[in-house]
Nanobody, 118 residues
């Protein structure tokens, strides 16, 4: 299964963007999906995640502003980002995990750049 992220771009502070992550196969095959981001000089961090049962979790820095969702019919995961600020500037990666004999299998999209101008 491959993941392809899209939807990044340049947006002014206070604006919105919606990122998409399309899976080449069935998205319900993943037991967990998430969006990560990596800003220049910083470590990659989890922004939002959704488990197969539908439970969602968010980083404190994005709670109330970002919403993660999936469309199983389209095999696509989304990240709606509102009230963007300069600290949200980063490359955003989508991730999917499937069970493995020991641990999990990680699948990553190629990343999409979000730049927020102040």
């Amino acid at each position: 299964v491959q993941l392809q992220a899209s939807g990044g771009g340049l947006v002014q502070a206070g604006g919105s963007l919606r990122l998409s992550c399309a899976a080449s196969g069935s998205i319900i095959s993943f037991n967990a999906l998430g969006w990560y981001r990596q800003a220049p000089g910083k470590r990659r961090e989890l922004v939002a995640g959704i488990a197969s049962g539908g439970k969602k979790n968010y980083a404190d820095s994005v709670k109330g502003r970002f919403t993660i969702s999936t469309d199983n019919a389209k095999n696509t995961m989304y990240l709606l980002m509102n009230s963007l600020n300069a600290e949200d500037t980063a490359v955003y990666y989508c991730n999917g995990q499937t069970p493995a004999l020991y641990g999990v299998n990680d699948y990553w999209g190629q990343g999409t750049l979000v730049t927020v101008s102040s």
